[in-house]
């Protein structure tokens, strides 16, 4: 009798774990450009969207840049049927980046059944930098809570967001971008050059440090640097070894109640000598951290195409030593971070 009810129950876990299964569910990635026009405060942010689609779909492949590797997804697809509505992740790109450079975890996420969203934040992206773009990271809080408010609002995607589960993910400067987005706040008495240790043997990124450092910090007025950015429809942030910790209010970082996770560099080497990502861990005590072996800042930029020639010798390309498995690793911390507080799509 007692092996019957043992091969019952082991049966019944076989047939539970079948059915949890199969609601499981891997999806294609469609991908879209937009375009989004800040009217009150005079910008225009350019953005990219990933998101799941059919499996049945055709994928395309979409080229970013000939220094970075491409991803495969299908522009314009229909958005997948059946769930009833999808968490939603937003990205904020770092210092001198595009949003579309994110594809590595846009992608990824899209096909684990969420809506990516990203934009590229004027004054301070590849195309169009400024040693003062550097320093105003809250008009990057304020970027992302106007894409917010277009994609709950006023898009086509407004009635498929699941308004309980919304994430923000951001690398360096977007880093710092996500904990405003959480509640922490800067102090103007405490507000200094994210980066005042310029390396010597990359001209260019040189040249960028120094004219970030005479920059006069009191144009900056108080309020600006000092109030609240908090967005509280944003339930997790996700910091990607994230700058600026020296100007941070340590009284307002660890009251922040918005689940945290850091995931920071293993190698202080360029380009973030003096980010100074040790110190966070004692500016968020209740925070989530994580450290993947080998990475450096520029690891969770996308992978560089090593058949490109020039990707060899690009500062942005080396440092680290298999940057594709780094971001499977860094994809699965997060993936695990949200899971524990709830975050995923569910049939419906």
Known sequence: MRHILFLSFFLFLIISNSAHAKTVKSFHVGFQEFQL?????????????????????????IRTSPLFRSFSAKRNAPLAKGPKSFPLLLLSHGNAGLAIRFDWLGASFAEKGWIVAAIDHPGNTALDNTPEGIYRVWDRAYDITFLLDELLLRSKWASHINRNQIAV????????TALLLAGARMSKQLFSNPTPHCPKDIPYVT????????????????????MSYRDARINAVIALDPGFAKSFNPKTTNT????????????????????????????FPQANFSTPKNSVHISFLSACNEKNPRSHNAPICIGDTDRPKLHQEINQNINTFLRRHGFGWHSE
């Open 207 to 226: 040249e960028e440090c120094e004219q970030v450092a005479q920059v006069d910090l009191h144009q900056f007025t108080k309020r600006e640097i000092e």
């Open 169 to 176: 993910a951001g690398h360096s400067a977007g880093g710092t």
């Open 37 to 61: 026009q800040d009217s009150v405060r005079g910008r225009e942010l350019d953005g990219v969207v990933w998101y799941p689609i059919d499996t049945h779909t055709k994928m395309d492949t």
């Open 256 to 283: 922040v109640k918005t689940p945290l996770l850091f995931l920071l560099a293993d190698h202080l080497k360029w380009p973030n000598t003096g980010i100074f990502t040790e110190e966070f861990r004692k500016l």
